[in-house]
């Protein structure tokens, strides 16, 4: 069964203070490892697609790094903006309908 | 484009009573998705569809029901509904051209049951 574990449940950071959010996987074969971002009230929003172990992707102060075990979301100066929940999800390559499975998400907030 | 619309956004119904929930999506996307979200939880699959006339069971699907018509529109029906119902709904489509398959999620409906 496939399985995803985000760390941490929540954190706290100042504005400009830089931190990591993680997700850990058990896949039977991994097609690609997804990076949502939820507000409240709203649905998720895409960031990133990750395929393979070494592959990164950037997108403003985010960065995203994959391994064979798990996925770091890197945030860099962060601003209040980016204060949102953060979702990890995982596609199996044996998985029919490209179904995903999804972690349990980390609450970022970043004060002023 | 309107991406992926779903309505109503806030709904009360109470137990034993029957709604569907609407998805649209304008994409022109394959697939289809329904998920539940509980507080502070991730997203729990419900049902899927790969395409209209074709659908599939999820990792919670009991107490619910869909079908695909059509490309575009994704339903999801529940029957006699109690309180466990009570939950925040995503609809979300994805295309079929990509390896990765990312999917694009509507705004959701917030589904109380009293």
Known sequence: ?112 | NAGVTQTPKFRILKIGQSMTLQCAQDMNHNYMYWYRQDPGMGLKLIYYSVGAGITDKGEVPNGYNVSRSTTEDFPLRLELAAPSQTSVYFCASSARDRVGYEQYFGPGTRLTVT
């Open chain 1, 1 to 112: 069964e496939d399985q995803v574990t985000q760390s941490p449940e929540a954190l706290r950071l100042q504005e400009g203070e830089s931190s990591s959010l993680n997700c850990s996987y058990t896949v039977s074969g991994l097609r690609g490892l997804f990076w949502y971002r939820q507000d409240p009230g709203k649905g998720p929003e895409f960031l990133f697609t990750l395929y393979s172990a070494g592959e990164e992707k950037e997108k403003e102060r985010l960065k995203a790094t994959l391994t064979k075990k798990e996925s770091f979301l890197h945030i860099t100066a962060p601003k209040p903006e980016d204060s949102a929940t953060y979702l990890c999800a995982v596609q199996a390559s044996e998985t029919s309908g490209s179904r995903l499975t999804f972690g349990e998400g980390t609450q970022l907030t970043v004060n002023p």
